[in-house]
């Protein structure tokens, strides 16, 4: 999901999307927001989750801004264990 929502955002020329490498090692990592944007100079960053439900999957995106660490928006996507293409909704 990560690779995907990399490559849908990379598609915009107006953007310059950090690598996976560049952004795997904040997975697990208790890194504050605003130390991430210091070190790679960014205007904004996506985080998001992934939940697992009984009945599917809950996907969440959130876009911060990058120098007042306000929350811009999201979206939530459910997805059916019957349906795994809604998946590709969240793109």
Request: hydrophobic content about 45%.
């Amino acid at each position: 999901l990560t690779d995907h929502l990399i490559h849908e955002l990379a598609q915009t020329e107006a953007l310059t999307v950090l690598s996976r490498k560049a952004v795997e090692r904040y997975r697990y990592a208790n890194v504050p927001l605003d130390s991430i944007v210091r070190e790679h100079a960014v205007g904004a960053i996506v985080e998001g989750s992934i939940t697992g439900r009984a009945d599917g999957v809950r996907i969440t995106a959130q876009l911060i801004d990058g120098a007042t660490l306000k929350h811009l928006g999201s979206q939530v996507v459910l997805a059916s264990h019957k349906d795994p293409e809604a998946l590709v909704i969240m793109a």
